[in-house]
């Protein structure tokens, strides 16, 4: 009886090209549509996983720049009205450009074949004349190409507060940062956490440097540990809290803070989590069944229309509020498609209003953190200043932090040269 033959493992740049293809087309995120394709295929080794990541971010870190050097070679235009097939030609590009280990000859003949296989020999033929061209062609700086890349007018208000140290980094002129961790137990099978090196900034990170699924390393279905950028897991850090407190984060999202806070109180005190979208707060729940953790009180809020069924009186507020996550631009470049210059503002604004909404369910004097994955003045500074009738800037209570705080500091800046993380703004306050 003959078997059916095993079916080809797609290439990294098979991967790559429906990743890049889904954020062209559906506007969709590199980042969940990357981790579903590599799901799939599970028996993929490192290096290809490896090389669809850096195909995929890499292309969308400097993709208005392929286009440009694309469309002097095509005046008639690149694959209008077809992204799938742009998909493969700013692969093709970025690999030519700047992806030196792979030989040119090899880029063009593998985005050649694909194209041909999608759309047939006439268009392959088009790809075939122009990445040709593009192969005799001077090659692209990285770093130029990226910060080229991005907005104007991002660029300029970046510049005026990360410095030119931090700009190219925040907008990923670096490879793709490493996955932190952190841990919430250590159980004896994660050997694994031998080799992964402490964060720079949380005390609680530890980091991740070889590619693969962190969920199928040992301890994760026990709750042993959190995926979480160390960052975030400093605006967790920051908020200070104590067991006994009464804490409410009120924009918790899935809960990766919110479990911080859990494991902060132990067996005492009163958790909330609220957020706008109850299919978040039923995540957040799951994973507090994985981690083993008391779940917390949980409440379905809009801020902007009121509190809802969240009590007043508590202790410790965390405001993780939405904003442009310029500060995730590293892991997250495809955010630069859908950015308008009156975004920041607009952002900053909603959350001046979400912060006075949720703040008000804090007791007079209790501690409330306002915190933004975003370094503009917009989203921050502009923000603290919209709610100082409510709120009063005090200094930080975090012991956990006291290496990153210049004493009396009530507002922290993170940045990826300074900290090694995300960009991120966080602000300190004592209800009023």
Same mark, same amino acid.
């Given at each position: 009886?003959?078997?059916?033959?095993?079916?080809?493992?797609?290439?990294?740049?098979?991967?790559?090209?429906?990743?890049?293809?889904?954020?062209?087309?559906?506007?969709?995120?590199?980042?969940?549509?990357?981790?579903?394709?590599?799901?799939?295929?599970?028996?993929?080794?490192?290096?290809?996983?490896?090389?669809?990541?850096?195909?995929?971010?890499?292309?969308?870190?400097?993709?208005? *720049?392929?286009?440009? @050097?694309? %469309?002097?070679? !095509?005046?008639?235009?690149?694959?209008? $009205? #077809? +992204?799938?097939? /742009? &998909?493969?030609?700013?692969?093709?590009?970025?690999?030519?450009?700047?992806?030196?280990?792979?030989?040119?000859?090899?880029?063009?003949?593998?985005?050649?074949?694909?194209?041909?296989?999608?759309?047939?020999?006439?268009?392959?033929?088009?790809?075939?004349?122009?990445?040709?061209?593009?192969?005799?062609?001077?090659?692209?700086?990285?770093?130029?190409?990226?910060?080229?890349s991005a907005p104007a007018w991002l660029?300029?208000?970046?510049?005026?507060?990360?410095?030119?140290?931090?700009?190219?980094?925040?907008?990923?002129?670096?490879?793709?940062?490493?996955?932190?961790?952190?841990?919430?137990?250590?159980?004896?099978?994660?050997?694994?956490?031998?080799? *992964?090196?402490?964060? @720079?900034? %949380?005390?609680? !990170?530890?980091?991740?440097?070889?590619? $693969? #699924? +962190?969920?199928? /390393? &040992?301890?994760?279905?026990?709750?042993?540990?959190?995926?979480?950028?160390?960052?975030?897991?400093?605006?967790?850090?920051?908020?200070?809290?104590?067991?006994?407190?009464?804490?409410?984060?009120?924009?918790?999202?899935?809960?990766?803070?919110?479990?911080?806070?859990?494991?902060?109180?132990?067996?005492?005190?009163?958790?909330?989590?609220?957020?706008?979208?109850?299919?978040?707060?039923?995540?957040?729940?799951?994973?507090?069944?994985?981690?083993?953790?008391?779940?917390?009180?949980?409440?379905?809020?809009?801020?902007?229309?009121?509190?809802?069924?969240?009590?007043?009186?508590?202790?410790?507020?965390?405001?993780?509020?939405?904003?442009?996550?310029?500060?995730?631009?590293? @892991?997250?470049?495809?955010?630069?498609?859908?950015?308008?210059?009156?975004?920041?503002?607009?952002?900053?604004?909603?959350?001046?209003?979400?912060?006075?909404?949720?703040?008000?369910?804090?007791?007079?004097?209790?501690?409330?953190?306002?915190?933004?994955?975003?370094?503009?003045?917009?989203?921050?500074?502009?923000v603290v200043a919209q709610v100082s009738d409510v709120l009063e800037p005090a200094?930080?209570?975090?012991?956990?932090?006291?290496?990153?705080?210049?004493?009396?500091?009530?507002?922290?800046?993170?940045?990826?040269?300074?900290?090694?993380?995300?960009?991120?703004?966080?602000?300190?306050?004592?209800?009023?």
């Amino acid at each position: 009886m003959s078997s059916k033959p095993a079916a080809r493992l797609p290439s990294a740049r098979d991967i790559a090209a429906k990743v890049v293809g889904r954020v062209l087309e559906d506007k969709s995120y590199a980042a969940p549509a990357l981790d579903a394709e590599l799901r799939r295929y599970p028996q993929l080794d490192a290096r290809e996983r490896a090389l669809a990541t850096q195909l995929v971010y890499g292309t969308l870190r400097v993709r208005p *720049a392929l286009l440009a @050097r694309l %469309s002097t070679l !095509a005046p008639r235009g690149v694959a209008k $009205g #077809d +992204p799938q097939v /742009l &998909a493969h030609l700013l692969l093709g590009a970025y690999q030519i450009l700047l992806l030196h280990r792979i030989p040119a000859f090899a880029a063009v003949d593998e985005t050649v074949g694909a194209v041909r296989k999608l759309r047939g020999q006439k268009v392959a033929g088009f790809a075939n004349a122009v990445l040709r061209k593009l192969a005799t062609s001077e090659p692209l700086d990285e770093k130029r190409a990226i910060v080229a890349s991005a907005p104007a007018w991002l660029v300029e208000r970046l510049q005026s507060v990360a410095g030119s140290e931090d700009l190219p980094l925040l907008l990923g002129a670096a490879s793709t940062p490493p996955l932190a961790l952190r841990v919430v137990r250590s159980l004896d099978s994660m050997t694994w956490l031998e080799q *992964a090196p402490p964060g @720079r900034a %949380s005390p609680r !990170a530890r980091l991740l440097t070889e590619g $693969g #699924d +962190p969920r199928e /390393l &040992a301890g994760y279905a026990e709750g042993g540990f959190i995926v979480q950028e160390e960052g975030a897991q400093v605006v967790g850090l920051a908020l200070g809290v104590r067991p006994g407190d009464r804490v409410l984060d009120a924009c918790a999202g899935r809960g990766q803070k919110t479990s911080l806070f859990a494991e902060q109180l132990g067996e005492s005190g009163e958790l909330w989590a609220a957020d706008l979208y109850p299919a978040k707060l039923r995540l957040l729940e799951q994973d507090f069944e994985r981690l083993r953790l008391p779940k917390p009180r949980t409440a379905a809020i809009d801020w902007t229309r009121g509190p809802g069924s969240v009590p007043d009186g508590f202790d410790r507020v965390l405001i993780d509020a939405p904003c442009t996550g310029t500060g995730t631009l590293r @892991r997250r470049p495809e955010i630069l498609t859908r950015l308008g210059e009156g975004d920041p503002e607009r952002l900053g604004e909603l959350a001046a209003q979400i912060v006075r909404a949720a703040a008000q369910r804090a007791r007079a004097g209790a501690r409330v953190v306002f915190a933004v994955c975003s370094v503009l003045r917009e989203e921050a500074e502009a923000v603290v200043a919209q709610v100082s009738d409510v709120l009063e800037p005090a200094p930080f209570d975090a012991p956990e932090l006291e290496h990153l705080l210049a004493p009396d500091a009530t507002a922290l800046r993170l940045l990826p040269f300074e900290h090694g993380t995300d960009g991120y703004f966080i602000a300190s306050f004592r209800r009023r």
